[in-house]
Every structure is written in structure tokens, then in C-alpha cells.
């Protein structure tokens, strides 16, 4: 593939803006020796490619605690700023989220890196059971919480200097979970007991004994945070029922026999137990990845207790020159996420900087109504008290739709309150799977709902839904009352 890509342009002003940083540090603090600056960022370098080749963290197992490093740092005007001559030598990747707490600071950021202060002057890296990006960290009742990649989540009920790992949700490999492994971006608690957490994929997971486990929001379940948009979950639930499905959330089928021709079950609805009678019984409990007996002995690569391959944001195994993508990797188990990471791989090994943005990759559930989306959720942004704005529009006004038969379902645009950025489109209806496509390439180049209701979409298509939709973002609709 070529080197220079319309898409790479955000990567190549990103590292721009990364080799010019060191150089802004040094002159803010009155350095001006060129030698200095050359053999730091050279050091520099060669820790970020030492990081290459350091393995995932195994969901199964603790990985070996990096040694405790201490660094004394010149005084600081605001310690939260984080200084980068600061931080211990070892710590200098990408430090993502820092919390104040009555004993002192801590940050956290890439291969589970966290470092502490008292004063912000003299920072140590703690000893963390995992190697896994961590991107968020945050503070309930004196325990310190901390969550990131792999589905990582660890805490310490003594200020810090010891962490202990949890594991999201009491998994093996029969639950087949489509969460394992999935990034957590941010916890909250909101008390000593309950607490959430959230990340890729719209994941949420909720705690109600203090962590000590965390269990998975299933989609369209009674108005938990979900998959997908409560809103979009409700309107096709509305078209569901329509077409006379009958169905049951929270439910477990705890019996099935087959007696003459026809399926008996037995099953529990959360308040009593009660009896169906079918022609036929389908069931549909999820996949896992096939790799058993895929890998021989002492070949290095991990498992986690899923059975999936485990690898870094890169789909690198840790053993050198071997690659995971797809299926049998952490993530949703779309095909199209497999591709992106294909290629994203063929292009690292070519020396190419190749990348897969998570948070635009489209999701599609193909009933009658279809659904789909990218992005994120009304619920994770509320989760995440992030401000926003929405605007919808009904392919009930949408004259194509109206002509094929098909009036169902509806658009719903999700912006950022202040900034106008796109930050998800939610979709039921007819061919939605072609339409959302737009929000991804709207999504991709950061665009407003705004540049969105400022292109012109010809008449009578689907895709006006669209348009109207981000109009309505800012109560612009000319198609319906705002």
C-alpha cells in the first residue's frame, strides 16, 4: 500500500507534534544546549522501542511487577501537571489520567505504569500485576481504582503501594462473553460498594460489592446501558413486537425436552418458573475463538481463559515476528474488525504506520428493521458526564422510505455540547447497514453536526434522514418541527 495515505495526515501532524514536545519542555525551562536535548529524546526513543517488544499481559496470570524506581525532580508549580523530567525514566511512554487524593498523586498510562507522589517532587513507580495500557484511574472511600486495556482492572486499599488485580466478571471459557478482553476506558464509584466502569465497544460493567466483581449490561435489557442506544433499542423493540415476536429480557431457560415433535421448556423470568411449548428451539449463546490445540508448548504466545490469542493495541503476541488479528483476539468478533486489523498488521511488519481506530468501527444487527451504529451511546456519555446534544429524524417523513414500504425506525445524530464534534449516530430501519457508513467517515475526519447538515443529500434518498437528523442537532430541521 502507499506510504501516504489522506488518512495518515492526523498520525504524521501527531508525531510532529510529539518530536517537538521534549524540545518545548527544554525551553520552558531556559535549556538551550543541543547536545542535552539529542541524548534525551535519543534515550527516549530507545525506551519507546524497547516497549515494542515487551508481551501482553496474560488475563489469566500476574505478570512480574516492574522493580520500583525513584526519581528526585525539581520543584513543580502544579504537581497534577505531571512534568515529564518528573517522572521516573522508565515511565516515559504516555501517561493517560491522573487523580489527587488526600495521599498525594497518581498516574497511570501505558504497560500498567503507575506512579505516585507525596508532593509531587519525588515520584516512584509502584509495582502493578499487569503490563496492559491503563487509561483511567479514580479514587471511593480511600481505595484507589485503575482500569485500561484487556479489560484490565486493579486496585489498592493502601495508598498505593500495593495493587491486586480483578478480573471483570467471574468468565471462563464456556460463557463465551463477548466483553472479555475489551478495553476499560473510566471507572466511577459512586459509593463503597457500587460502581461502574466503561469502554470500547460501548461496554459497560457494574459493580455492587466494591469491586470485587463486575458483571457485563447485556443489550436491550429493561434500560441498562447496553450494546446499543437505549433509544434505538426501544424503537426496534416497538417494531419487534409489531411483527408479533414475543420477547423475553432476563429470562433463563433452565429446561428443554423434546416430547412428540415439540420442544417443552422450562424457564425462570426473575419472579417464578413457567412452562413453552415449540415447534422448534433455537440456540444462540455466542462463539468463542478456536484455538485449542492451535499452539504447541513453549512457543511463548498467551491465552487468556477465553481461549483467545492475547496481544497488545498493536496485535502483537510479544514473541517476535507473531501476529494475532480477528476472532481469536480481544474485541467484538465482527469480520470487518478483523480486516482493518489485517491490514493494519501487514503495514507495521512493512514498516508502515499502520493503526485501527476502535471507536469508529460500525456495528450492525441485521433484523427486520436492521440496526446499527457507531460511536457512542446516550448512557456512555452520561456515564462519562460528558455534555452532548442529539438530533433525531423518522424515516416516517422520509418520502423513499415512505415509497418502498418501509416508514420504521429513525436517525439519531449525538454531538458534543460545546464543541459540536460528531461523537456518535444511532440507526433503525430499513438498509441502515449501507447508512451508517456516513457517521464513520464523519466520525473519522472529526466532523461537526454541523458539516454533517451543511452537505447536500439529494431528494428522495434514505439518506436524507441524515441530513435532517444533524440539522435537528442544532434545531435546524426543515423537515419536521423542532
Avoid at 293 to 303: I, M, N, P, S, Y
Avoid at 465 to 481: E, G, L, S, T, Y
Amino acid at each position: 500500500m502507499p506510504n501516504t495515505p489522506i488518512h495518515r495526515t492526523r498520525l504524521a501532524a501527531a508525531l510532529l507534534l510529539a518530536l517537538a514536545l521534549p524540545f518545548a519542555l527544554q525551553a520552558q525551562d531556559g535549556s538551550t544546549d543541543p547536545a542535552a536535548a539529542e541524548g534525551d529524546t535519543t534515550e527516549s526513543q530507545a525506551t519507546d522501542d524497547a516497549s515494542l517488544a515487551e508481551p501482553a499481559a496474560d488475563a489469566a496470570a500476574v505478570d512480574e511487577a516492574p522493580p520500583a524506581e525513584t526519581t528526585a525532580a525539581p520543584a513543580a508549580t502544579d504537581p497534577a501537571l505531571l512534568d515529564a523530567e518528573m517522572m521516573p525514566r522508565a515511565s516515559r511512554s504516555l501517561l493517560l489520567d491522573v487523580v489527587r487524593t488526600q495521599a498525594g498523586y497518581f498516574a497511570v498510562g501505558e504497560r500498567g505504569h503507575v506512579l505516585s507522589s507525596e508532593d509531587g517532587q519525588v515520584w516512584t513507580q509502584a509495582p502493578v500485576p499487569t503490563r496492559s495500557t491503563l487509561t483511567s484511574i479514580a479514587t471511593a472511600n480511600g481505595v484507589l481504582w485503575a482500569a485500561g486495556h484487556d479489560g484490565v482492572i486493579v486496585h489498592s486499599t493502601d495508598g498505593g503501594q500495593t495493587w491486586t488485580r480483578r478480573r471483570a466478571a467471574p468468565w471462563t471459557l464456556d460463557t463465551m462473553d463477548p466483553t472479555e478482553g475489551v478495553p476499560v476506558m473510566d471507572v466511577l464509584f459512586v459509593d463503597g460498594m457500587n460502581g461502574f466502569a466503561v469502554g470500547a465497544y460501548s461496554l459497560m460493567l457494574a459493580t455492587t460489592d466494591g469491586g470485587v466483581t463486575w458483571e457485563p449490561r447485556s443489550i436491550i435489557d429493561h434500560g441498562d446501558a447496553a450494546a446499543a442506544d437505549a433509544e434505538a433499542a426501544k424503537v426496534a423493540l416497538k417494531e419487534f413486537k409489531k411483527q408479533g415476536l414475543d420477547i423475553k429480557l432476563g429470562a433463563k431457560v433452565s429446561k428443554a425436552e423434546v416430547k412428540k415433535n415439540e420442544v417443552h421448556l422450562t424457564y425462570n423470568d426473575g419472579k417464578a418458573d413457567h412452562e413453552l411449548v415449540v415447534d422448534k428451539l433455537l440456540v444462540a449463546v455466542g462463539r468463542k475463538a478456536a484455538s485449542k490445540g492451535l499452539l504447541a508448548e513453549g512457543t511463548g504466545v498467551q491465552l487468556n481463559e477465553r481461549g483467545q490469542i492475547v496481544v497488545d493495541d498493536h496485535c502483537a503476541t510479544g514473541v517476535e515476528g507473531v501476529w494475532a488479528v480477528g476472532d481469536c483476539v480481544r474485541g467484538p468478533m465482527l469480520a470487518h474488525k478483523g480486516f482493518e486489523e489485517g491490514i493494519a498488521v501487514a503495514e507495521l511488519i512493512a514498516g508502515l504506520p499502520g493503526h485501527v481506530n476502535f471507536d469508529t468501527i460500525p456495528w450492525v444487527i441485521y433484523t427486520e428493521p436492521e440496526i446499527a451504529w457507531v460511536g457512542k451511546t446516550e448512557q456512555q456519555l452520561k456515564a462519562e458526564g460528558t455534555p452532548y446534544k442529539t438530533g433525531s429524524f423518522p424515516f416516517a417523513a422520509v418520502g423513499r422510505a415512505v415509497a418502498m414500504g418501509e416508514p420504521a425506525g429513525f436517525v439519531k445524530v449525538i454531538a458534543h455540547e460545546e464543541t459540536d464534534r460528531i461523537l456518535g449516530m444511532h440507526l433503525v430501519g430499513v438498509n441502515v447497514s449501507e447508512l451508517v457508513h456516513e457517521g464513520v467517515l464523519a466520525m473519522e475526519f472529526h466532523g461537526s453536526a454541523e458539516d454533517l447538515a451543511r452537505i447536500c443529500h439529494a431528494h428522495p434518498t434514505l439518506s436524507e434522514a441524515i441530513h435532517d437528523a444533524a440539522m435537528a442537532v442544532d434545531k435546524r430541521a426543515i423537515h419536521k418541527a423542532n
